[in-house]
Every structure is written in C-alpha cells, then in structure tokens.
C-alpha cells in the first residue's frame, strides 16, 4: 500500500503509522456558563474507549513520522484498503487551523 | 551564557575506515563521504508566520525558502526542505559563536530556530553507481526525471528518518546528500556500504568547504 502524503507525494506505507478513527471530537466537560455538563463523565467514556467497527469508508488519522512528520486525515474503505482522499490535518506546519487564534 | 560549549566528535569515527572497500578490481562506481564541519539549524514558521519566514530567509540567505520538497542553494547555506513549514539550513562551522548567532535576528518573531549541528551527520553519495546503491535501500524514484538536482525529501532509509538531496553533479555524477540523526549514523552507514559494496566504493572523511 502507498499513502500519496499531500507534502511529500506517495511514500510506502512503512513511513506511516496508523492512530484510529479521526471522527471522535473531544467532549466539552464545561458547558458555555462555565458549569459542570451533567454527562461528561459518559461523553468522555465514549470519546476515549468507544469505537464504530465500520466495514466501509472512514476517515483515519494517519502520521507520516518517516516522513515530513505531520498528521493526516485520510479516507478508507477498511474493506478494500482504497484510499479516496488524504488531507493534512487541521494545524499542519505553520497554518492556522480553523478556531485556533495566530 | 555560560562559557561552555558541546564539544562534538563524529559519529562514524570507528564505523568509516578511509580507502576502498568492497568489490576491489576496475575503478569504484561510488565514493561515500562523511562530510564534517558541518552546521545545522532547524527553522520552523511559527503559527501563521510563513510567508514572513519565507521572506527573512530570502534576505539572509539569498535565495528563496523551500515550500515544497527541494533544496536551494545559497552561497553561504544550503535550504533543505524538511517538511510543512519548516526547512534545515546547512552550512560549514564558522567560527565558535554558533550557527544560530548569525541568524537569530533575521528571523525573529516568525520563526523557532534550533541548533542541530551535533545531532546530525551528513553522508555523501557519489559516482557513477551512486543511484544503484541508493535504490536498493530506498523506496524513492530517483531517476532523473522525478528526483534532478535540488530535489529533496524528507523519508526514511532502512527504517531510519533521514533528509536526502541532490546537490550539483560532480564530474558527469549525481551526488546525493543524506542528513542522519548521529545516532542513527552508524548503522546507516553500514548499510549503505554494502548496498554499495558490490560496485567498489571509494570512503573518506572531508571538512565540508566554507561557502
């Protein structure tokens, strides 16, 4: 399998390392008021042990550690192994990623 | 700042033994170099802070930062891409102060400088072998035509992360450059002399030229 990276072009996979699903967003344990959400403790569970075992298309966090050493986001079907896109991560380099302030 | 300065010796002191190796008859196909007195310094754009970064490295180095994978080639320092932003900047030791004394300035505020001088050892690839011995051990295409002079990238050699460019020809060869954490050095080089071994090498040590 090659990954193509979007800074350095298509590399094997040896270069690469996989971390898991890229859709688990982290929980807020505050609500905007500044008080304690009631479910945190069950939001975070989800968010730090529960995950989809999908036959199909998911996006992934990949890392390029053999490589330029940035984070990925890469779609795949875990069924085929084809990859349909791969994205730098939010936060990649110097850019600056959507809600983070410069 | 304290009186009191790392004092580096070279990774391959006992790993690189001068003279011909490997297949002895006709005339070697690669010359392997250790190049010494080496000078490097990491540049990272602070977030947001490319485009500044890009153009300080433009005034101090003369020539345009790298964006993508590739080298560039200024009179005194050589930018070698090293990933999304940032790029390493290789240049003879000049002088005890430091690399980054000269530099600091220029590149204040937008960027994080870091001294990698000690950590980091160059090997040099030549002759008319050169591109032989090196694919055998990497995963790269380095035909002509995808990898010419001032390509570069940023992979890994025998599960090993290393910075390898092409720099100018030499005498009708291409000549790679590969930049290895020292102490990863050793082992690289072992590698590398045996991919090459079957084409007679050629190995010596050389005080890297001050621009």
Redesign the interface.
Known sequence: MRIACP???E??L??FTYLGDAAPKRPSAFADDGSEQPDAQDAFHDYVYLRDNIAGEMTESWYH??????WLTITRSTTTHEIKAVK?APG?????AAG?A? | MADYLWSTQSPLQKALVPGRQGVRSGEAGIALTEMTGVAVVQI???????AQ?AKAARAHFGVGAPD??MAAFGKAATLVW?????FLAVAAVDGSAGPIAAMSDAFAGNASLSDQSGGRCRIRITGARARDALAKIS?LDLHDTVFPVGAA????ID?T?VNLWRSADVAGNAVYNVLVFASFADSLWHTLVDAAAEYGVDVDRMALPRG
Request: hydrophobic share 25%.
């Open positions: 800074f350095c072009g590399r094997e040896g270069e550690g053999g490589g330029c050493r940035s730098a990649a380099g110097a850019r600056v983070l410069s | 990272m754009a602070r977030r947001g802070r490319w970064t993508r994978p090293s990933g999304p932003d940032q995963s990238a940023a992979t890994s599960h992360g």
